[in-house]
């Protein structure tokens, strides 16, 4: 082989080597709030999912009693889904989506540079209500089979107008 050979064999074999180099990774952390009240919310679970390579990675945090989160070693260069909810039946709160606007928004991905370091994320999370009570008659008396509706506001391009859900 002359030397050119050899020096060309030489480089190419180091670029095959750096492909195969696992990205630098980084890490993504914040806070889970109450989106109404701001109140931290500690027990959620805190989701980071994308596709790595060809498989679907995920990668988890719990927050603590001060409703923060971190999560490290997140591979750089894959648009990831950060998510939060409860646990189980837990339904307090809806989940949601970094970034989500509203009840269905469909939020934002994150994609990390290497070795980047994302802090300040603020997951605000939407509280469920209960909504309970009797139906009575003017005297008092418990009504029985009566219909119950909740409503709830909705644009259909005019203005508010109730809607039964």
Do not use: C
């Amino acid at each position: 082989m002359t030397p050119i050979r050899i020096a060309l064999a030489i480089l190419l074999l180091q670029a095959g080597q750096a492909n195969r180099q696992p990205a630098v990774a980084g890490s993504v952390e914040g806070i889970a709030v109450d989106r109404v009240m701001g109140a931290p919310i500690p027990g959620v679970t805190v989701e980071i999912s994308g596709i790595v390579k060809t498989n679907v990675e995920v990668f988890s945090a719990k927050t603590d009693k001060a409703g923060m989160f971190v999560i490290r070693n997140l591979p750089s260069g894959v648009p990831f889904w950060l998510t939060a909810s409860l646990p189980g039946s837990d339904r307090r709160y809806i989940p949601t989506v970094y970034r989500q606007r509203g009840i269905a928004g469909p939020g934002s991905q994150i994609t990390l540079q290497p070795n980047q370091h994302v802090t300040g994320v603020r997951l605000q999370m939407i509280p469920t209500v209960t909504i309970s009570g009797r139906i009575v008659n003017e005297k008092g008396k418990p009504m029985e089979k009566k219909s119950v509706y909740a409503l709830s506001p909705y644009n259909s391009g005019g203005p508010w107008a109730p809607k039964a859900i």
